[in-house]
């Protein structure tokens, strides 16, 4: 069946780091592929998403690329704030008439020191 | 109201009594998701409904779970019975349909002593 696996947290940066967090995926067909994160005390929410192989989403610095060679969708930003503290979870939908189906990953909590 | 909103936010219950969670999906939005947040199982799917029909029950975990929405707008997820596996954080979710963008609210935490 369709799964997705994030890389176990907690990840801990000091202010102005590289972050990755690995998300690999396993799924029949072209699924599309989404980044939600979770701060403190509030709701998930949409980060990025991309939709067919090779597409890159980027929103507030992160950058993901759907690689349908290696089956992954990393996130990355190149220089992380305190204000980037929260849970990341790696998602993908599949079928098109429902895309709101989501299926995620554990999640990755993000802690950034200043 | 601008987001989504649960209610109530926590709620402490005992085993083996019954239990309602409200959602109040964003004005507009004719899907809606319920999913269960839970330690050890990460974030599960339960329901859709598309307006007032739920075309896909598929993540119910047992026919002690049941869910409705009316008038195409707030839906009522109740727990029968409620166990102890049942304790989580039940999350809403809407959408417009089409973008695979949710919109969440803050979530319902159950407690089944």
């Known amino acids: 069946g369709n799964s997705v696996t994030q890389m176990e947290g907690p990840v801990t940066l000091s202010e102005e780091a590289f972050l990755t967090i690995n998300c690999t995926y396993t799924?029949?067909?072209?699924?599309?592929l989404f980044w939600y994160v979770q701060y403190p005390g509030e709701g998930l929410q949409l980060l990025l998403k991309?939709?067919?192989?090779?597409d890159k989403g980027s929103n507030k610095g992160f950058e993901a690329t759907y690689r349908k060679e290696t089956t992954s969708f990393h996130l990355e930003k190149g220089s992380v704030q305190v204000s980037d503290s929260a849970v990341y979870f790696c998602?993908?939908?599949?079928?098109?008439?429902?895309?709101?189906?989501?299926?995620f990953g554990q999640g990755t909590t993000l802690q950034v020191k200043p | 109201g601008a987001g989504v909103s649960q209610s109530p936010s926590n709620k402490v219950t005992e085993k083996g009594k019954d239990v309602e969670l409200r959602c109040d999906p964003i004005?507009?939005?004719?899907?809606l998701y319920w999913y269960r947040q839970s330690l050890g199982q990460g974030l599960e799917f339960l329901i859709y409904?598309?307006?007032?029909?739920?075309?896909?029950k598929s993540g119910l975990p047992s026919d002690r779970f049941s869910a409705e929405r009316t008038g195409g707008s707030v839906s009522t997820l109740t727990i029968q019975r409620t166990q102890q596996e049942d304790s989580a954080v039940y999350l809403c979710?809407?959408?417009?349909?089409?973008?695979?963008?949710?919109?969440f609210g803050e979530g319902s935490r159950l407690t089944v002593l």
């Open positions: 991309a939709t067919k192989a090779d």
């Open positions: 979710a809407s959408t417009r349909g089409g973008t695979g963008e949710l919109f």
């Open positions: 004005s507009g939005h004719t899907a």
């Open positions: 799924a029949t067909g072209y699924p599309s």
């Open positions: 409904f598309q307006g007032n029909s739920a075309p896909d």
């Open positions: 998602a993908l939908a599949h079928g098109s008439s429902n895309t709101g189906k989501l299926i």
